[in-house]
């Protein structure tokens, strides 16, 4: 009965999804980069290292270096998982499939909170570089500004992309003339001693700019509005972090060593100070229009992000379904959207630095939950969790970037883990009092404990669920053969047959569908393995036969564990494709034949099949077979 329910509440959700969901897929690898470094670059360069030198000193350069490997651990986790699951939502979609929708309600409230965060972060320090220009209040200034991006948000996701490419490639040429003219007048005197506040503010220091690297993030949230997501996300997100992890290192570096403690500690703009020093007045302006495009593409890109999350909420029924409508023109979540400009605007008024704090504390946490995530879908072994980017030295990766973010938010001090553990509480409580009582999701972690203890606890949604996303990801359109498969027949015996057997268990089960006398079907299989062994591999073997009459054609899946006894000479066989069909079949007979002999090319094929844990897994190794179509 339980299972009967989790079906229905699925399929339920799904006919949602399918409804709200038709998200244009526009972004290129360019954009990818140009959103991620955009988001990546503004106050964590322009404001936060002054703000960071007083706090560690010279080593800030370190605590920049050291944040960027943390934030190579999460994002080597993240690339994996959105190459597996380019899905709307990110960090969010990952967590709900890999530990389940509570977790992966907190974590989606709280990643959309703090990217919101973020982003009025953003709007604040754009505002105060306008203001230079143009006598406003900063809030008001703010306010308009964040009105203007909710605005291009909705109209379309390419706009976005354009946009943000022309704001990247501006400030990158600005930053590099930067670092280019002020190497040259660095005074290595200002290092001295370079951890001059201690080992230990490094460290909390690094926690304190990881804010810097949230970017990642928004990347991850739009992937289902990415072209070839599973490719083109992880290369862009690689290239991004590792550009601008050494960006910030030397921007900072050049700051640090132009500049000193004594200009530099708790400056607002320690960037334009800088240039003001090797570059004149021309210098600051330069650098304050680089602050300002910063800033821009910060917005630009946090407004697109921050509503994916609340969108794939919606889709998974875990918040009212208004919020995953789908604009009809646009093709835009645009009350997600206008949600998610709200939010900014109420945070525009919120004291500057404890929202720093929060905000890289969350991201943090969001870091960490995608290291954990990996490690469950790998060891739950979800058949259908197939990522195209595997993050290298598994898992010791994964292990570092949890022992890093956990020595970061311990860092952090008391007040933003209290404002996080208060956030984690409302998120479980807005689970169970909204989510629970409207979906049921199966996840990874139940597979893991399966498998563990050896007790029944899944049906096989999250497999399910999985098969529809990587069709989708690899642009799978279905055919017959397809077709026939998802309808045909499986056998799954566990213990060893002889071949007459064998073949009278293949005939009761294939007359019933034919509409033909087992003994006919027997007599004819029979017939047709003494001509020639239809054994075409060690442990495989592929019988086929031709029958009387129009339009008849079948496919039977044999699995046995121990194997069949075809000959006394062959090995035993373990897996059989059973091909029946009458003379005006003949065409589409040979094509199975052949589609059967592309999937039986997988180096990995046998022990795919071996380790399947049930028919539905036996007919997915199929199904998802690589194969001309």
């Known amino acids: ?24 897929k526009e972004l290129t690898l360019l954009d990818v980069f140009c959103i991620a470094t955009g988001a990546m670059i503004s106050s964590g360069l322009f404001i936060l290292p002054g703000l960071a030198h007083a706090q560690a000193g010279p080593a800030v350069v370190f605590s920049y270096f050291f944040a960027g490997l943390l934030a190579l651990m999460g994002m080597l986790s993240q690339a994996e998982l959105v190459s597996a699951m380019p899905k709307t939502g990110g960090t969010y979609f990952y967590v709900t499939r890999s530990m389940g929708p509570a977790a992966g309600t907190v974590d989606g409230l709280i990643t959309w909170f703090s990217l919101s965060l973020k982003t009025a972060f953003a709007l604040v320090g754009m505002a105060a570089f306008t203001e230079m220009f143009v006598a406003v209040e900063i809030q008001i200034i703010a306010v308009i500004l964040c009105a203007v991006f909710v605005l291009i948000n909705i109209i379309g996701i390419k706009e976005v992309g354009r946009v943000q490419r022309f ?26 001693p370079f951890f001059s506040k201690g080992i230990a503010p490094v460290f909390a220091t690094a926690g304190f700019v990881f804010i810097s690297f949230g970017g990642l993030l928004k990347v991850a949230s739009v992937a289902e509005e990415v072209k070839n997501a599973e490719r083109t996300v992880p290369l862009g997100m690689i290239l991004s972090l590792f550009v601008v992890t050494i960006l910030y290192t030397l921007v900072v570096f050049v700051t640090s060593g132009v500049l000193g403690a004594a200009e530099l500690d708790n400056s607002l703009t320690p960037i334009s100070t800088g240039a003001r020093v090797f570059l004149g007045p021309r210098g600051v302006m330069m650098l304050n229009i680089a602050a300002i495009l910063a800033f821009i593409s910060t917005a630009n890109a946090g407004i697109m992000a921050a509503s994916r999350y609340p969108t794939a909420l919606a889709h998974d029924g875990l918040m009212p379904e208004y919020f995953g409508r789908i604009n009809k023109r646009f093709k835009t979540p645009h009350i997600a959207i206008l949600f998610t400009g709200i939010s900014i605007i109420i945070a525009l008024f919120f004291e500057l630095s404890t929202l720093v704090k929060m905000a890289s504390t969350v991201l943090i946490f969001t870091f960490l939950f995608s290291c954990l995530a990996v490690i469950i879908m790998r060891e739950s072994r979800v058949q259908n969790y197939q990522p195209k980017f595997k993050s290298p030295l598994y898992p010791w990766v994964q292990i570092l970037g949890i022992v890093g973010c956990g020595l970061l938010i311990f ?5 933003p883990l209290i404002a996080c ?66 309808k045909c027949a499986v056998l799954d015996i566990d213990q060893n047959i002889k071949l007459d057997d064998f073949f009278r268990l293949v005939s009761d089960t294939l007359s019933k569908s034919l509409k033909v006398k087992s003994s006919i079907l027997f007599q004819l299989i029979s017939e047709r393995e003494k001509e020639t062994s239809t054994v075409i591999a060690p442990g495989i073997a592929i019988p086929h036969i031709i029958l009387d009459g129009e339009k008849l054609f079948d496919v039977l899946l044999v699995r046995c564990k121990k194997g069949i006894t075809f000959s006394e000479t062959a090995s035993k066989v373990h897996v059989v494709f059973v091909l029946i069909g009458s003379k005006d079949e003949r065409n589409f007979h040979l094509r199975a034949l052949a589609a059967i002999a592309q999937i039986l090319q997988d180096s990995n094929f046998m022990k795919k099949w071996m380790d399947a844990k049930n028919k539905k897994a036996l007919k997915d190794i199929v199904l998802l077979g690589k194969r001309m179509r």
């Open 167 to 192: 704001l990247v490639f501006g400030l990158l040429s600005i930053l590099c003339f930067y670092i280019i003219r002020g190497v040259t007048v660095v005074d290595v005197h200002n290092f001295t």
């Open 1 to 24: 009965m339980f299972v009967v329910e989790l079906t229905q509440k699925d399929v339920f959700f799904n006919l949602v999804k399918k409804k709200h969901m038709k998200l244009k």
């Open 421 to 486: 553990c208060i956030f984690i509480i409302g998120g479980l409580f807005i689970y169970w009092c909204y989510g629970r009582i409207r979906t049921t999701r199966e996840f990874a972690l139940l597979h893991l404990i399966e498998r563990i203890t050896a007790k029944e606890l899944t049906s096989y949604t999250l497999e399910t669920e999985l098969k529809e996303i990587i069709r989708e990801r690899d642009d799978i359109t279905k055919d017959r053969f397809d077709y026939i498969i998802e």
């Open 411 to 415: 860092e952090m001090g008391k007040e």
